[in-house]
């Protein structure tokens, strides 16, 4: 048992060992209660029970930046809650997203929690990987954060002069691929997301998948292009691969509470995307400024980050006031 207290206190990325294993155990208690206790049934998840859940996360979000600000200085702290800020400002456009592509398989919203708490432990492989892959970018070339900074303003202000057309996932190249290499049934099996039935031609009995196991699939491709635009957005904010990626993980582990409530509410929330772009344009600017000029105080990072998302949020909500109106009237 000697080698244990030598294995805890490893340097891991610039951490303790602990530090990652006591995340990622907090990660697997809020999973757990995910799926055993919430999920159990199979229940829908109604609109408030979704926003009082979305407050839980949050409210643990919020108290690990605390964690974070105690123990290791208030710039570190600041960094978290401005990565967090960001991490779950932009996976809020995700939200609209994932709606489509469940509309699109004709997925029920009983069975859409559960495909959503399981495609997290894909989003902490594939976000793991990403950000690992970052982290040693960053670390051995300077200038890689100058290209994270183009990119970014590039896809704000791409963001910014986008059209409002909805994706039309029948002409999606990666749906059509994977729905012809993937045996899927024409109907859903409950939660099942495999089933075995006879062949075809042959009549043996063979695997297939279930358009709940596709959704989830391609929920994870989508969620894998997004994290093209958020992990880069982090690095901006700190170089600190573990407040990078607890700040992540943590936006995302929320954001599937706050999924029903958002996507009921899709259409209050349609100049959020401006905000969002604008948000990267900071960004991409401010790694600039800080090659060439210095650091951009954290406060001011956080000030900014915030002020244009709810902007962004109550611009929204007050241009859609009417649309409110009349489906209460309605």
């Given at each position: 048992m000697e080698f244990l207290p030598s294995f805890l206190t490893a340097d891991v990325v610039g951490k303790p060992a602990w530090l990652w294993l006591a995340f990622l155990g907090l990660v697997a208690v809020l999973l757990a209660f995910d799926l055993g206790v919430l999920n159990r049934k199979g229940k829908e998840l109604g609109v408030a029970e979704s926003l009082k859940l979305s407050v839980f996360y949050i409210a643990v979000a919020v108290a690990f930046g605390g964690y974070i600000w105690w123990s290791m200085g208030p710039e570190a702290g600041m960094n978290y809650y401005t990565g967090y800020a960001i991490e779950k400002a932009l996976s809020i456009d995700n939200v609209f997203v994932i709606s489509l592509i469940f509309g699109y398989f004709a997925i029920p919203a009983r069975y859409q929690y559960r495909a959503l708490v399981w495609g997290i432990l894909a989003v902490l492989v594939l976000r793991g990987i990403m950000i690992g892959v970052g982290a040693k970018l960053v670390q051995d070339y300077d200038w890689i954060m100058l290209v994270f900074g183009a990119f970014l303003a590039f896809t704000g202000v791409k963001m910014l002069f986008a059209g409002d057309e909805e994706a039309d996932l029948s002409k999606n190249k990666a749906v059509g691929w994977l729905s012809k290499r993937m045996r899927v049934t024409p109907e859903l099996h409950g939660e099942r997301f495999f089933v075995r039935q006879p062949h075809p031609v042959t009549g043996k009995l063979v695997l297939?998948?279930?358009?709940?196991?596709?959704?989830?699939?391609?929920?994870?491709?989508?969620?894998?292009?997004?994290?093209?635009?958020?992990?880069?957005?982090?690095?901006?904010?700190?170089?600190?691969?573990?407040?990078?990626?607890t700040a992540n993980i943590m936006a995302v582990l929320g954001l599937r509470a706050l999924y029903f409530a958002l996507a009921a509410m899709a259409a209050r929330f349609a100049y959020l995307k401006y905000a969002l772009a604008l948000v990267l344009v900071f960004i991409g600017v401010k790694i600039f400024w800080a090659h060439f000029f210095g650091k951009v105080d954290p406060a001011i990072s956080l000030g900014v980050t915030l002020a244009l998302i709810a902007g962004g949020v109550l611009v929204s909500l007050w241009k859609t006031r009417g649309e409110a109106e009349t489906k209460a009237i309605g």
């Open positions: 297939w998948t279930t358009p709940l196991f596709l959704a989830l699939v391609v929920i994870n491709i989508a969620d894998l292009v997004f994290a093209v635009d958020s992990v880069p957005a982090i690095f901006a904010i700190t170089t600190d691969t573990y407040i990078v990626f």
